[in-house]
Every structure is written in C-alpha cells, then in structure tokens.
C-alpha cells in the first residue's frame, strides 16, 4: 500500500504537503478571480510547474451554492479532463498551512486575451487555426460531462508553437441538471449568454455562446457589440449582434454563418455542439 492510499484509508484524505519545502517560487504570484498562481520549480526534480492556491474567502460563496450534491473540486474536475488543447492538472490536496492547491503543467507563452489586446491581426490561416483548436478545446470539456461557464481569451494560453491550451476550471460544473439552475450570473460578461444574464434555465450552450465571442474576436479584434464595461452590458447580448462581416470583408463564408450561430440569442439557434460548429468549417480553408 502507497502512502497515499494509507492516508486516504484510515485518515479519509490525502496527506497534507507542505508547498514551500517542495517547491521554489521562480516568480511571484499573478492574483486570478479565486486563487493564486505561482510558476515553481520543485526542488528534488528541478521540473518547473505551475501551482495554483485557492482563495478560500471568494471560492466558498461560489462553492458553497452546490453544498449536498457532492460537486468535485476544481482540481479533482481538472484530471478528469485531459486532451491537446487543455491544460494539465497532475495532482491537487491540501497543504500543511490549510490551503487547496492544484498543481499543473507549466504553459509557456501568453494569455490570448494579452495577444489581443497589442492590436495586431493575427494572419487570416491563423484565425482559422485559433477557432478551431477553441472549439476542441472546449468540446473535450463537454465531452468529458462538465461545463466550463468561462470561455472567454483570459482563460486561453497560445504557446509559442501555436497551440491553444484552455485553463482555469474554477467555474466548471458536472453536466447535470442540479448544477445547471438558473439565478447565478456566472462567468466573464463580455461573453456571457443571455440566458445566464437574463437568470434563465442553461446547458452547455453557454460555452457554446461564449466561445462565439470569443472566435468573433479571434478573428476581427473587436466584439458582436460596442465595447462597454460591467455586467449591466452584457443585457445588450439578446439584441441584434454586429455582423461579423463587417469587421471581416473577406471571412469565407461558411465560417462566418457558422460564428454568427454560435452567438445567436436563442440557444436552439446554435450549433448543438462544438463538433457540429467544426463539421460545419471542416471544408474552410484560407
């Protein structure tokens, strides 16, 4: 029997680590909504990490409107999804200071959000190549059973090979109905759905919505709507979306009418899933 499994069978839980014993910082801690990230190297290996320590005293008021349904935590969710586009979580417990952590693979490269915001077009082929690795990424989230709730290029890493990695579960929820009632406005505004900003009954069309922001702005370096800050301006997402044509003269058509659907108000307007958005862009190329 490992250590581990010893504790797990007669103390109910893991063993408590003691973070700063294992790991040097190599760089102080970027603040995210609920944690704390840190890059480190562990010492006895000398492989470099990322270490992410939750901040217990804004993740309980989101955690705490799943008590009794046995939701998993975000890095027990984290190992269960695994694929090209999506981060790696290797391990996740409770230090010796009392703190969850998740420990994850270290992303070289840049939040796409910071990519964007420099305000040079990416090249046409490379907007299609970033849409497309979104859509899976997200897609082995739903196909895994869970729903991010926030798609949005924050949550995006595109590594200097041009690989796209989706991060951050902190919001992820299991595909079922008890996790999915309506009354939380959860997630980025910007990208939010209009049933989650209208407190509507919601399913994995959300992501569904929030990636079409998200590939809209991929692809033009603005959004369906005028720019505005607050959660008041994500009211506007039922109405009429800008065309993205209007950004974008010479988008193939094909992937337009298929960014279009994705942020339709109606969720029923939307390709049902992520695979259904890439069969319809499969014949696209730029």
């Avoid at 070289?108 to 959000?113: A, N």
């Avoid at 059973?145 to 299991?174: A, E, K, Q």
């Avoid at 069309?205 to 505005?228: K, Q």
Wanted: hydrophobic share 40%; proline share 8%; glycine share 8%.
């Amino acid at each position: 029997m490992q250590l581990s499994e010893f504790f797990e069978k007669f103390f109910g839980g893991k063993p408590r680590v003691d973070l700063w014993r294992r790991f040097e910082r190599m760089r102080e801690s970027v603040t995210g909504t609920m944690s704390h990230f840190y890059k480190v190297r562990e010492i006895k290996t000398g492989t470099v990490l990322g270490l992410k320590i939750i901040d217990h005293a804004k993740s309980d008021p989101v955690e705490g409107r799943y008590r009794g349904l046995k939701k998993p935590g975000e890095g027990a969710i984290g190992m269960l999804i695994a694929g090209d586009n999506i981060a790696k979580t290797l391990e996740w417990g409770e230090s010796t200071a009392g703190d969850s952590y998740i420990l994850l693979e270290f992303i070289p490269g840049k939040v796409l959000h910071t990519v964007m915001s420099s305000h040079e077009p990416f090249p046409p082929a490379q907007r299609l190549d970033l849409v497309r690795q979104a859509a899976s990424a997200i897609a082995t989230v739903h196909n895994a059973g869970f729903i991010h709730r926030d798609i949005c290029p924050r949550n995006l890493m595109l590594r200097p090979d041009g690989r796209l990695i989706l991060f951050d579960f902190g919001l992820t929820v299991p595909d079922q109905p008890a996790f999915l009632q309506p009354g939380n406005r959860i997630g980025t505004p910007s990208y939010m759905a209009p049933e989650v900003v209208r407190r509507r009954p919601i399913d994995k069309r959300i992501d569904i919505f929030s990636f079409g922001v998200t590939a809209f702005e991929i692809c033009t370096l603005d959004m369906p709507w005028p720019r505005a800050a607050g959660g008041k301006a994500a009211l506007r997402h039922d109405s009429q979306s800008r065309d993205i044509r209007e950004f974008w003269p010479e988008i193939p058509p094909q992937l337009a009418d298929a960014i279009m659907a994705c942020i339709a108000a109606e969720p029923d307007r939307r390709p049902p899933t992520l695979e259904k958005f890439l069969e319809r862009i499969a014949g696209v190329a730029i």
